[in-house]
Each structure stands twice: as C-alpha cells, then as structure tokens.
C-alpha cells in the first residue's frame, strides 16, 4: 500500500486557507497514486485556536466544514484532524474518510499539560478501550478509542502526546498485535535539536510494538508563537522508510512511500542514530519561516527595524534577509513574493521612501548601480526598513557597525539623532522638580528616557509604511529585565525573545563565516553594550549584570531544572570549584532579585517565537507572580 503523512501551513479559523490546504494535499496523494494519507492534529481549525475550543459553535462549524472534505475522499482513504464537542466538552479527533464516507472519529487519549501545551484547559481525554456516538442530521459515527481497516490493513491512532508517554502506557501498547498499522497526526512545536527525539520515538515505536509508523506534522507558524516543522516519517519494524525536508516554506508537502504489509521484514536490532542537528542552522530555518508566516498572516507590508549596530538588532536584521534567501531559494522570486502578499503596494511606498518622502531627517541608502545584487537583495530592500538612533552616547562603531550590515543586506537606511528629543524631556523634568537631573543621582533615568525617546519615531514610521516593528530582546535581557519598557522592548513582534544572548553571539559569528555576511565583522568585534551611559563610562551589558554564560546556566537551573536559589549555587560550585564561592552567591543573590521584580516586564513583551526547549514568556512557558516575596528567605539563607 502506498501510504502518506502531509505537513500544512494551517491558519486558526481560516476555513477557507484551512479547506484549502487540506484538499489540495489530498488531490496530490492521490496524483501520487497513495492510498491512505494522514493530515496533522487539528488541522481543520487550527491548533492554536485556544479558549475558542470551549465554544460550541467551533466544533458545530468545524463539522459542517468536514462534509466539503468528503467529497475530494474518493478513491482515498484520510485522516482529518477536528475538534468533537459532546455533552459539553471537547474531544481532539481524527477522522477517517474514505469514498466520500465518514468511518468514525480516533480520539486523544492523552493531553500535553507542560512547557507550552494548556490542552487540559480545552479538551477531555478519551477513556481507552471506550467509544460514542456522533450525530449530524440524521447521520452517526463512532467515535473514541477505535481500529480501522482499509483494504486489509489495519490501523489505529496515537495523536501527538499519546505517543510521548511510557510504552506500557500509550495506545500502541493495547494496538500491539492487533493492527499492522499506526498513523499519528501531530502538531508537535519546534524546538532545536527536538528532532532527534521524534525520530527516535518514531523508530523506536515501530520497533518495540513491531507495526509500521506514520507520523505527520503541522507545519510553519500557525497562530503566532509556536512554529511547527512539519516531519513526516515513515518506520517499519525499527528502519527509517522515509523521512522529508523541515521546515519547509511550502504550504502543503506530501511524502508517500510504498509499504508492502504482507511480507514481514525484519525487526531492527538498533535504531541508527541521525547526525546531531546543526543549531545554528536549523534555528535559521525556523527563524526565517517564522518571520515569513507571521508577516504573512498579520497582512503587513514587511519589517521595520531601530539597527543599533549591537548583536540583537543584527540578528534581527539578518534574520529578515534570511527569510527572503531560504524562501526564494525554494519557492522562487515570483512565489515567494505572491505568497508574501507585500508586494505593489509595498513597491509605492519604497519608492516614496527612496525619493526622501517619509524620510525623517537624513536617509542613506546604498546606490543603484549595475554591481547591485541579485533578486534577494532588491526583495529585501522592500521588506526591511532600518533606522541608527543615535545619541551623544552611541560610538562611531555601532553606526558603521549598522549602516555596513544594513547597505549590504539592502535595506532602506536612516541615520538620525534623538537628542534634542531627550534634551527637551530631560529638561522638562528638571523644571518640574526645580533640580538638575545628573548621572549621579538619576543613573538609570537618565538611561531609559535615551531608549523610550527612540520609539515614537520608529513606530511612526512603522505605521506609516504599515510594517511590523521588530523589538530585539533575547531572553537573557528578560530574565533580569535589562531593558526599558515602552522603548527597546517596543514593538509588534520580539523574534529572538526566547534565543540566549550567548547563543546570538555564537550565531552571528556563524553567519558571519557559514552564511557569508562579512559585515558582521564589526558587531562580532564588540562587546555587547546598550551605550545608554557616556561614552567615558564604557558601559557593557556584562558589567552591569554578570557573565552570559553564566546568567544563562543560572536561568536554566532555576527554572528548566527548578532549583531553588542554595540548589543554584551548589551546582555551580560543584560544576567549577576555580570560580570564587563568594563571587558566585552575588550572581545568584543578582539573577534572583532582578528577575523577582521585573515579571511584570515579562508580562508585557511583544510575542515571542518559542524556538529553544524553554522560554521566560509567560503567556507561553513559564508563569511566575508580578507581585512576590522576591526570594528574600531564600537568598538570605545563602
């Protein structure tokens, strides 16, 4: 039997995209001469559709939709991902269709209820071994813990999170023996290096309940935090059959493979270990596809960027023209720029830009000429707007650090000063109170008005391009809250929220040297600085808060491993005894009492792509008091 997962680029209540992806997956298998295909979980709705699961109307509407399916189902059989609402509560189903019949509904026996996953709050678990009744004018399926047949095979259902509890407690464990097949429709998020794990986990069962194994992701960013990779794989009896590209920029990728289930291949004595994921790599991929979709979906016209020069702002702007690399490297310029949906009107406004139209002040922007590069570089030049906002405390090295990386990417450029804007401030403030405001007395003041003085323009000509503003925070700056609110945390997307600042810097260095991106060189030579203090001060992000490495180890015992503050501190004795023990407890005793009091700047960050295995945002990962004891028991028992 020739059999296949497909991966979709699904839209929450986008009946329209969602029916259409859908059918023309189905019309490819069956171009494809497949026989029995499996769409992801949920993929009639979407699987971000979040509090609306607990609305009646979502699965009422969700399976009138269903009956357009049946319909392109001739000739195939399919597994469509819904919502069941019965009695109250909401089921996560599969449905089976085959000639334009419903065969029943698969339900998820198992909910994931950590790290980013809340199902519990909107679906009930189907109890095993028990099955319903679905009604719709007129018509009943079964529905619950059911095994199918389609032309002598037999197969049943594990869908995302059944799959990832012990074997003796999954649905395969009770399927074993008693179907020759296991479909998974999933929508299992991204995180670096995750793939491993599900390659292993597919193999792995397939091996250990002696069945072939059919496993089918969701694809892209689908509602706006997690991106999805879209892994299709196919095992039989512990060996790999078949296995696609991630994180592709297609909406729709079908992988079919010919199973032959009436000879019995051999059982594998091991799994073959896949080679280790290049993180740097597969985070680009992610990144990219991510801003793409999110572009895309939200119906904006591209990206606005404030480029200060420093590590963030250049990952960020390097991020955009890796969106439009990998997504013409696969969808060619004229798709991609169909797709993108940014483009004619986007053209106009450049044009106005070029001219010194909306240009606030001075606009420097590289020169036409015949050596202009490719297609790439003019794509970008309509998706990326940056601004330098520079202060008589910015260095001559983060402007060329910007204005070089800006030019060669081919985004439009400005260079403009904010200090008459901060002068006038400061100066109305020092009226008020009848005192000079000095960097004495008023430090960190003096520092945050530089960063919120510089939003209003950016975002005035983020509206006026109708573009998406990106705010560059990592997540080192979130866990201590070593940002200004309404000023570098500003904007409508925070892309690399949830990326490490030592990770950006060894990412950027990677681009510099794998991707080519030579004007990388100046950033790579800095030392990260928000450049908010005079310039005599020379001012670095790890003065003021302490080593990265180490901030980052602290954030993942603290709240990855959940160690208390003394746990903390053991471990990173025991990890390296030549550090200083003292020295060691002023970091911890630092990391804990910033990130007590500045949850609430957490709460208010702009969305987040969730790319890492955790993340601080806690509308997503990890929830936390605005309002708290501060560990102060805790780190005074240090």
Known sequence: MRIAGAALNQIPIDWKHNL??????????????????????????????????????????????????????QGILVCVGLPIRLAGRTYNTSCVLRDGEILGFAAKQFLANDGVHYEPRWFTSWRAGETGIVSWQGQEWPIGDLVFEHKGV?????????????????????????????????ASHFA????????????????????????????GNEAGRMIYDGEILVARNGHLLTRNQLLSFKEVDVE???????????????????????????????????????????????????LSGGADSCMCAVAVAEMVRLGVAELGVEEFKRRSGCFSAVEKVVAQVGAGGPAPQQVETAPATEEDPTDNWQLVRRLLTCAYQGTVNSSDDTQQSAKELADSLGAVFFNWTIDDEVSGYVSKIEQAL???????????????????????????????????????SNRSEASVGYCTMDGDTAGSISPIADVDKDFVKKWLRWAEKELGYAALRHVNALQPTAELRPLADKQTDER?????VLLNRIERLAFYNRLSPKQVLNTLIEEDPAQDPEQLKTYVKRFYSLWARNQWKRERYAPAFHLDDYNVDPRS??????????????????
């Open 434 to 472: 009848d005192r000079p405001l000095e960097w004495q007395t008023d430090d960190l003041a003096l520092q945050n008005i530089q960063a919120r003085v510089r939003a209003p323009g950016i975002w005035l000509l983020t509206n006026v391009l109708n573009c998406l503003l990106i705010t560059t």
């Open 154 to 186: 037999r197969f049943g259902f594990e869908i995302c999170e059944d799959a990832w509890r012990p074997d003796n407690e999954r649905p395969a464990c009770r399927l074993m023996g008693r179907v020759d097949l296991i479909v998974n429709p999933s």
């Open 20 to 73: 259409r992806t859908i059918c023309e997956a189905i019309e490819q298998a069956k171009a494809a001469g497949v026989e029995l295909l499996c769409l992801p979980e949920l993929c009639l709705t979407g699987y971000g559709c979040e509090d609306l699961f607990l609305h009646d109307w979502l699965s009422a509407e969700a399976l009138e939709y269903l009956q357009q399916i049946r319909s392109c189902t």
């Open 544 to 548: 003021d808060l302490m080593p990265y």
């Open 192 to 219: 670096m290096s995750k793939t491993d794990v599900r390659y292993n986990l597919v193999l792995n069962a397939s091996r250990n309940f002696r069945c072939t194994y059919l496993y089918a992701n969701l694809l």
């Open 256 to 306: 079919c493979v010919d199973v032959d289930f009436s000879t019995e291949q051999p059982v594998a004595e091991s799994i073959v270990p896949l080679p280790t994921p290049d993180e740097y790599r597969e985070l680009n991929q992610a990144l990219s596809l991510a801003l793409f979709d999110y572009m895309r979906k939200s119906r904006s016209r591209g990206f606005v960027l404030s």
């Open 621 to 638: 990962w990890l929830r936390f008091p605005i309002l708290s004891g501060g560990f102060h028991e805790e780190l005074a028992a240090l």
